[in-house]
């Protein structure tokens, strides 16, 4: 039997109602929630509430952190009540009124769940479509290339063939030549023979230099050497150090589309842009700003920079995890769990191209946690830094350190 929460408390204004529910070091949350009914459970306490005025349960919302949960109802009506809940509805009435409440928690998170599964089948059609439309660039270009390059070779074979041509037709031509020359020279010899006359040395050498004007031009003639070369053939270097795996595809591709969107996303409607300079309108140029200011000390210039950067682009997480790193110098331990979790939020879908910023986050969300002497949670974030890289060994000694500690106050 569940034991009921008493030490609740409740604030109001003329439109919202808080109520405060420590959580006594429980893990698990459960929160139903409708327009009459509120359920807060985690075992083995439990505490309900039924309003003494109906509620927005749309414009309604839950925060749990530091082991408190606030739970914030927006009144219909701008009223001040005099009493948080009514408990005079007979045991019949409340059961009625709780199976409404689970009923419509049900179609609520069914409603969800088909939203999420719509939203991610779009999503696949859409990266689908995307990377069709690439591929078919790709093969166009590819095919311009190999037009070109075949147009290319064709015009160099016809003037190679012309040029064989034209070499095969001066070829010819002083052969013919050389054998016009032969029978006049021939015929001059054999005249001079019969008149007794000794020319037929001179013909002799005259149709050795002939020969010899043959050689050389022939030579002369002939193709050059194929120069010898290298063909270098580059790859498209992968994002990812670890080898694709099927299974990881979907998970690969959103990470890279999240940050490519995040470097498009910049805030104009700042109002002090137009005071700063232009690498001061960089998110990424602050972000290194605040790096140096980190670095060297100067944690309230850090944080300066990581706000103005994250006031210019909220979708970089590592903004959000360096400016958890200035609040735990500062010990705004509280901000730090706020921006640590941000940071993680936006560290979606986990990849190993993540996995290093993934782990510096839990780290950093871990130290707040055991700040504020919350070590059980802060153990169960140094445990998932440690899943995700569990060769290190200074989480590994911090780690150890917060079970002795834990040890230490239950012996």
Not at 229 to 235: H, L, P, T, W
Request: one cysteine or more; glycine letters at 4%.
């Amino acid at each position: 039997m569940p034991l009921l929460v008493t030490d609740h408390t409740w604030t109001q204004t003329l439109s919202t109602v808080f109520i405060s529910v420590p959580l006594k070091g429980a893990k698990k949350v459960d929160i139903v929630s409708s327009d009459e009914y509120l359920k807060v459970h985690f075992p083995p306490f439990l505490l309900e509430v039924f309003p003494s005025e109906l509620v927005d349960d749309d414009q309604s919302s839950a925060k749990i952190g530091n082991g408190v949960a606030v739970i914030s109802l927006s009144k219909r009506t701008n009223k001040l009540w005099e009493h948080l809940a009514i408990s005079t509805y007979d045991k019949e009435t409340k059961r009625e009124i709780r199976a409404r409440a689970l009923s419509k928690m049900q179609e609520k998170l069914a409603a969800e769940a088909k939203n999420r599964s719509e939203k991610k089948h779009n999503d696949k059609k859409y990266t689908l479509k995307t990377m069709m439309n690439i591929e078919s660039e790709e093969q166009e270009r590819i095919q311009k290339m190999k037009d070109a390059e075949r147009e290319r070779t064709t015009v160099e074979i016809k003037a190679w063939h012309l040029k064989e041509t034209k070499k095969a037709e001066e070829e010819t031509r002083l052969k013919l030549q050389s054998q016009t020359n032969n029978s006049k020279e021939g015929k001059a010899v054999k005249q001079n023979c019969e008149n007794g006359g000794s020319g037929g040395i001179n013909v002799k050498f005259e149709t050795r230099n002939v020969s010899k004007v043959e050689r050389k031009i022939k030579q002369k003639d002939l193709p050059a050497p194929r120069v010898p070369g290298n063909i270098e053939v580059s790859f498209t270097p992968r994002v990812f150090p670890t080898a694709l795996r099927e299974s990881r595809v979907e998970e690969e591709e959103e990470w890279l589309k999240k940050q490519a969107e995040a470097r498009r996303v910049i805030n104009a409607d700042i109002e002090e842009l137009k005071y700063l300079r232009e690498e001061e309108k960089n998110p990424d140029w602050l972000k290194e700003k605040g790096n140096e200011c980190f670095a060297a000390g100067d944690y309230l210039s850090a944080l300066n920079a990581y706000n103005l950067a994250i006031r210019l682009n909220r979708k970089i997480p590592a903004l959000f995890s360096n400016r958890a790193a200035c609040h735990l110098k500062l010990r705004n331990f509280h901000k730090a769990i706020e921006d640590s979790s941000q940071a993680l939020e936006l560290l979606t879908p986990a990849v190993s191209a993540n996995a290093a910023a993934r782990a510096r986050a839990h780290v950093r969300r871990g130290s707040a946690f055991c700040q504020l002497q919350l070590y059980a949670e802060g153990l169960q974030e140094y445990q998932t830094a440690l899943k995700i890289d569990p060769n290190n060994e200074g989480v590994q000694a911090d780690a150890q350190k917060i079970r002795d500690i834990i040890q230490g106050s239950t012996e």
